[in-house]
């Protein structure tokens, strides 16, 4: 056996070696994350039902009217358990939050409303009440429900609005500026009848940590927080989230600018 054999055969044992030492390395820290993530899993349920419970005490002082408007935001599969649905609603009344915005992709919980109306008794939707009072907690829950084919709506007539307006001006010999404040595109929206309340925090329910399309010029300051699957719907969780909101100080700009592209609204 020559050097070159065996200079090949340590390569291909240090190979090996190498191979095997990383797979080991692997599968290690593999357990080492499922471990964490049980860990985790575990910790929160019982963090949950200590809540739900009332033994954590720091909840208690839970201060709700700091939620002035809440959105949530649930997966179109996971919207149809209209249940689930109802009990997360019912859960939020006796936290106190009177105002909620649900929204999914498909419209599948705005197809539902007559349903979850007949299930919440001191429920009405946002359209019979003045916006003003809503945000006032009312003695009832106000409800708003939206989908992914509002946006798209209200941006194209909002697009299509200012363009008229600015080719107008153009036309009077004023110039065509693409750049506008932010109080000109909400009047626009507030013109077409999308400019809703802006929620202080936004639950998203499902696999995905997205607002999934909600629309996004009512999302300026929103705290948006993931709750995992509705599927896994707990009344600790609910209350956990809403408390760290309140706990939360927010800084507000001055401005902010959009830019507008004109041909957009003519398709």
């Not at 065509?176 to 936004?202: F, R, T």
């Not at 709750?227 to 760290?244: P, Q, V």
Request: charged share 20%; net charge positive.
């Amino acid at each position: 056996m020559d050097f070159r054999d065996l200079a090949h055969k340590f390569s291909r044992c240090i190979v090996t070696i190498g191979n095997l030492g990383l797979q080991l390395l692997w599968y290690f820290l593999r357990i080492i994350l499922s471990a964490w993530y049980f860990i985790s899993v575990v910790g929160n349920l019982f963090e949950s039902y200590f809540i739900s419970c009332g033994v954590l005490k720091k909840y208690k002082s839970l201060h709700s009217g700091k939620v002035r408007y809440l959105a949530i935001v649930i997966e179109s599969e996971e919207a149809y358990q209209i249940s689930r649905v109802v009990k997360l609603l019912q859960w939020l009344d006796i936290i106190g939050v009177k105002n909620v915005c649900l929204y999914d992709m498909n419209g599948v919980l705005k197809k539902s409303k007559e349903t979850i109306f007949k299930e919440l008794k001191n429920a009405k939707s946002i359209e019979e009440v003045n916006e003003v009072v809503a945000l006032h907690d009312p003695d009832h829950m106000t409800l708003e429900f939206l989908s992914y084919a509002d946006g798209k709506e209200a941006v194209a007539k909002a697009a299509n609005l200012i363009f008229v307006e600015h080719l107008k001006r153009h036309k009077l010999g004023g110039e065509l500026d693409l750049i506008l404040l932010e109080p000109q595109l909400n009047e626009a929206l507030q013109i077409v009848g999308s400019k809703g309340p802006e929620p202080d925090l936004l639950l998203v329910y499902g696999p995905v940590r997205s607002h999934l399309g909600f629309p996004a010029w009512r999302l300026r300051y929103t705290e948006i927080i993931h709750m995992g699957s509705l599927n896994f719907l707990r009344y600790g969780s609910l209350m956990k989230a809403i408390y760290n909101f309140t706990k939360v100080h927010q800084n507000y700009g001055k401005y902010s600018l959009y830019r507008v592209i004109y041909w957009s609204a003519m398709v």
